[in-house]
């Protein structure tokens, strides 16, 4: 299996997850992660900073973007990794919901802007960026 598919199964597996886990019966998730999850939740982790220092934001197609100019290589990688786990779990989804995955990555983008916290980019669709 190739890297990109075990991040993408990987993703997928942590998004079955979040949906279990907002539904209203209980749970229990087992998690086991492999060498390409921990790349995945590195990016993350830089992503997140990012965005706590307004470099990154969140947009309402469901994707990250930079609300300023890139500068750092290692951070444009990080964003462009999230983003191809996340266009990866949106084909899947709009693939069983029979919706396209733009409108998969829109459903996901509004969920994903209800919880922004304060002091974060967002920018709708079709505007400019705006911080909550």
């Known amino acids: 299996m190739t890297r990109s598919n075990t991040v993408r199964n990987g993703l997928a597996r942590l998004a079955a997850a979040a949906l279990l886990m907002s539904s209203s019966s209980l749970a229990v998730l087992t998690v086991t992660i492999t060498p390409a999850q921990a790349d995945v939740a590195a990016s993350k ?5 990012a965005k706590a220092r307004g470099i990154v934001g969140e947009q309402g197609d469901g994707y990250l973007g930079f609300v300023s100019s890139a500068s750092d290589p290692a951070l444009a990688a990080a964003l ?3 983003n ?4 990866a779990v949106y084909r899947d989804s709009a693939a069983r919901a029979g919706v396209t995955p733009a409108a998969a990555g829109q459903a996901a983008a509004q969920q994903i802007l209800a919880r922004l916290p ?3 980019y967002y920018k709708p669709i079709g505007g400019g960026w705006m911080k909550r």
């Open 80 to 82: 462009a990794e999230i």
């Open 118 to 120: 304060p002091g974060q």
């Open 84 to 87: 191809a786990g996340r266009a």
């Open 45 to 49: 982790a830089a992503i997140d900073a």
